[in-house]
Structure formats: C-alpha cells, structure tokens
C-alpha cells in the first residue's frame, strides 16, 4: 500500500480530475451556445432570403402594372386623337402608333403573367421553407434552454467539486503540494503508477533513486519520474 500521503495525494488527483473535467465542460458552454445561435441565425437568413425573393417578384409585379398602366394611358391618347385627325397620314402614323403600344402592352402582360406564376412558386417554397426554418429554429432554441441548464447544473456541481478538493488538500506537507501543483500545471495524471520500473504517466524507464522513493513508506520521501516529474507510487500487483 502507498504511504498516507501518496494515499492522500491520490485522493487529491480523483478529486481533481473531476473539478477539471467540470470546468472543461463549463468552459464549452459558451462556444456551444455560439455554434447554435450561428444556426438560428443562419435559418432566419434563410426565412429572409425566401421572403426577400417573394418581395422582389412582387416588386416587379407592381413595376410592371404601372408600365401597363402607362402604356394603357399612352394607347386611349393616341386612339383619342386617331378619331380627331382629318389628314391621311396623320391617321396612319398614329395608327402605327396605336399598333406599337398594343403590342408593347401585350408584351408587358405577357411579362406580368410570368412574374404571377413566379410569385406562385415563390410563395409554395416560401411557406415551405418558413416550416421548416422555423421548425429548426424551435429546436434551436431548445437546445439554448438545456444549454442554459447544463451551465448552471456544472457550475453548482463545480462549486462541490473546488471544495472538495481543497478539502482533500489540507494536511499534505507544503512541498509535496507544490510538486502537484508544478505537474499538474503542464501534465496530466500527476500521480501514476510505477510498473515494471516503467512511469506509469510518460512508460519510461525511472532511476533506482525514483523507484526506492516510490517503494518507501517514509512520507516524507516521493518517487519522482525522472523524465516527466511525475510523482510515482509503487504499483504491488
């Protein structure tokens, strides 16, 4: 069995990795949060993007009616004064006239009647695309309320886990709380298992002087890797 302290200070390492593992996932919280607020906003750029094409045609549309409307006008002015000329040539010129602007006012219905039918479509893949958009949306947002309680569930948890810790912590001599520290700062376990004359944390080989200190039951001496720094303690199976 490894002394009390290494005993106690694997206490420490259990408690430890759950205080970390709680505070990566607190630390996740805020990028997953972004990721689904990208992706609300992407399906309301896409509601818009449906909404802004439906407008645009619509637009068109109404261009268009006040295009007829002109030539409309254009047409009974010109038919008005046809019925007023008494010259020959006047008369056909403005007969000519009166044919051009019935054929422009055919060509713009034409147009106007191909906008309607792409006004038609617009809308099916509008409300259709509304549905759906709108259906992720809500799920979006679902996932932003769990979100929200996953937060302040770890967050509860991670206050536990930072007192138990330190709590685990009291009594140990103040250098072995360095060492820890000072390891755990760059690398992780910080206490692992010698095997085999093997570091359990970097599977090298350790000294005759690391393995005597994991193998004694002086308290006040540590197995210390002499590779990666870890504190050792002598795996007996």
């Not at 046809?82 to 019935?102: C, F, P, R, W």
């Amino acid at each position: 069995m490894p002394h009390a302290v290494l005993t106690q200070l694997l206490v420490v390492q259990d408690r430890d990795a759950r205080r970390r593992q709680l505070e990566q996932q607190l630390a996740a919280v805020p990028g997953d949060r972004a990721r689904v607020e990208k992706d609300i906003a992407a399906d309301k750029a896409g509601i818009d993007g449906a909404r802004d094409e439906l407008r645009g045609l619509e637009t068109k549309k109404k261009l268009l009616e006040t295009e007829i409307g002109s030539a409309e006008t254009k047409l009974a002015k010109y038919r008005t004064q046809q019925l007023s000329v008494k010259k020959n040539d006047e008369y056909h010129a403005l007969g000519k006239e009166i044919a051009t602007m019935v054929a422009e006012i055919g060509a713009l219905e034409g147009q106007e009647l191909e906008i309607m039918y792409q006004i038609d479509e617009a809308k099916k893949r509008f409300t259709a695309a509304e549905a759906v958009l709108k259906g992720n949306i809500s799920k979006h947002e679902g996932r932003l309320v769990t979100l929200a309680e996953r937060e302040k569930n770890v967050s509860a948890e991670l206050v536990e886990a930072r007192a138990a810790t330190a709590e685990s912590r009291v009594g140990l001599p103040e250098l072995t709380i360095k060492i820890y520290d000072r390891v755990a700062s760059r690398q992780w376990p910080v206490v692992a298992p010698l095997r085999g004359g093997k570091c359990g944390g970097c599977h090298l080989k350790v000294s005759s002087e690391a393995e005597s200190g994991s193998r004694s039951a002086d308290p006040a001496k540590l197995g210390i890797c002499d590779q990666c720094g870890r504190i050792l303690y002598w795996d007996y199976a």
